[in-house]
């Protein structure tokens, strides 16, 4: 099983991206090659299902995109004219067959499929109720909380139980749901995680971003709003928001880092906002340097940005191999640093005698910035700084992107000062929090009510945080219980 990065556990990682389509022949084919534009947002497993108008079809498997959803065989057996997708990245606990998405339940309306990006923050003391009331689990996915909800759910229209079962959940949740009615997409009420939409001919089509409508040739059309339901039945289309209006709180971290930079969000090129965030952070943290070299690939587009404000050369000092398997990694301390040399390697005639301005989107533990740094040195180079296009990260997320526990946060434990010193550079900055939000056009971060979630840099949770706060910091037991697969 291969997957994009490999040595790469120093990153947070956006679990999940989903991919559906309404009222196209082959539509599990349009699905498959979504899915493969989003692939950055999940790695371990994907999942196609599709609906003929009869029945549903399943096809999920572990690995990438391509290897399972690249033989006939495969897409011809997903037949009907809707289908939808997931790609997923699991936590610790596991890769496991039967949490890959969507997930499928026959209920007593019929058949409901469902995939999420996001991750539901009181599951599991929704899980604890209905199994008291008699539910069976099949998987360890917080998903599958909803699935139960719908189906012990007193109202009697399916839109309506579906909408009981939102009013009962906490968290982020963007989700697309296939039943034999028509297809639903929503966004939780904060919209915390992305969900757009666009059309081909008479097709609707739903993305986590807009690249996966680019790949496809669908037309962006909007994004689907936070607190919205829209249900496309029979080839018409409803839009529905049966939530309380509340303010947005989408994630900032998709404008650093989750978000492939040729992705639009919120009306704005991801590419052009991390030229921003990386002129910003030259206006914010400039050092005298002959270089600055992006840590590749996150950290291109902002050492661009930071190259351009500072008048510095930007060179490719970091040549990356984008062709590492995991497979090919054997465990151990020593290949493991071994490890960030074959992912990463130095341009060492460039880099030789230089003092470099090393630009990444962000630093979790701090392990590949330290080799990062030293391989730097290793090269030659006089003088290593480092400048990170976001603030410091040192709270953990809880709305589906994979973050270690707080403890394991490198800027949780120290100081910038002490982080200067762990990865032994000779200096280390961070554009600020204002200074990110001027990047993304405002004037600053409001104290109340900031427009983002932002709660990996500044501890400020949009939502409450049940499972949380009944269970204290996560273990490896309440890790499997509780796995953030969406």
């Known amino acids: 099983m291969l997957t994009t990065n490999p040595f790469d556990d120093d990153k947070l990682r956006e679990e999940c991206g989903i991919f559906g389509v309404s009222g196209m022949d082959g539509a599990s084919a349009a699905v498959a090659l979504g899915l493969h534009a989003l692939q950055h947002r999940g790695q371990e497993a994907a ?3 599709s609906f003929d108008g009869r029945q ?8 990438h995109v391509a290897g399972n959803f690249d033989r006939d065989e495969v897409i011809r057996a997903l037949h009907g004219d809707t289908a939808c997708g997931h790609v997923r990245y699991a936590t610790t606990g596991g890769s ?25 923050s009181n599951a599991m003391r929704l899980r604890r109720d209905l199994v008291r009331r008699g539910a069976i689990f099949q998987s360890t996915s917080d998903t599958e909380v909803i699935i139960h909800l719908v189906a012990t759910s007193q109202y009697r229209t399916l839109i309506d139980r579906f909408i009981d079962a939102l009013k009962q959940v906490e968290g982020a949740y963007s ?32 993305a986590s971003e807009t690249v996966a409508l680019d790949v496809v040739g669908a037309e962006y059309v909007r994004d689907v709003e936070p607190g919205e339901l829209v249900i496309v039945k029979g080839g018409e289309l409803s839009s529905h928001k049966p939530f309380a209006p509340v303010s947005a709180r989408p994630c900032i971290f998709e404008y650093v880092y989750f978000s492939r930079p040729d992705s639009i969000s919120d009306n704005r090129s991801v590419y052009s906002v991390r030229k921003a965030i990386g002129a910003q952070l030259a206006i914010e943290s400039p050092v005298e340097a002959d270089l600055v070299v992006p840590v590749p690939d996150s950290g291109v587009p902002a050492a661009i940005g930071y190259a351009q404000q ?8 970091i040549i990356r191999s984008h062709y590492v398997g995991r497979t090919f ?20 005639e460039l880099i030789k005698g230089k003092r470099v301005v090393l630009i990444d989107d962000s630093i979790v533990r701090g392990t590949t910035s330290l080799k990062i740094v030293q391989m730097m040195r290793e090269a030659g180079a006089a003088e290593v700084h480092m400048r990170i296009a976001s603030p410091p990260t040192r709270h953990s997320c809880f709305y589906g992107v994979d973050t270690p526990e707080r403890a394991k946060l490198l800027a ?12 032994h550079a000779d200096s280390l900055s961070f554009i600020s929090i204002d200074g990110l939000y001027k990047a993304l056009g405002e004037a600053h971060r409001a104290d109340i009510h900031p427009k983002y979630c932002d709660a990996c840099f500044t501890g400020e949770y949009p939502t409450t945080l049940t499972d949380q706060d009944e269970n204290g910091p996560p273990t490896d ?4 219980l509780h796995e953030r697969v969406g």
Request: glycine share 12%; with cysteine.
């Open 47 to 49: 999942g196609i299902t």
């Open 329 to 348: 990694i054997q465990p151990g301390d020593k290949v493991r640093h071994l490890g960030v040399k074959l992912k990463h390697n130095a341009n060492r």
């Open 96 to 120: 496991d067959l039967r949490n890959v998405q969507p997930l499928y339940a026959e209920l007593a309306t019929g058949g409901f499929a469902v995939a999420h990006n996001g991750n539901i």
């Open 310 to 317: 500072s008048g510095i050369p930007f060179e490719l000092g």
């Open 412 to 423: 949780a434990k120290l100081d910038v000062g002490g982080m200067t010193d762990f990865i």
């Open 175 to 206: 989700l697309i749901v296939m039943t034999p009615e028509g297809m639903i997409a929503c966004r939780d009420p904060l919209g915390i995680r992305p969900l757009v939409m666009g059309n081909l001919d008479d097709a609707i089509i739903f």
């Open 477 to 480: 037991q309440f890790a499997l």
């Open 56 to 63: 549903f079809h399943i096809h999920r498997a572990m690995g």
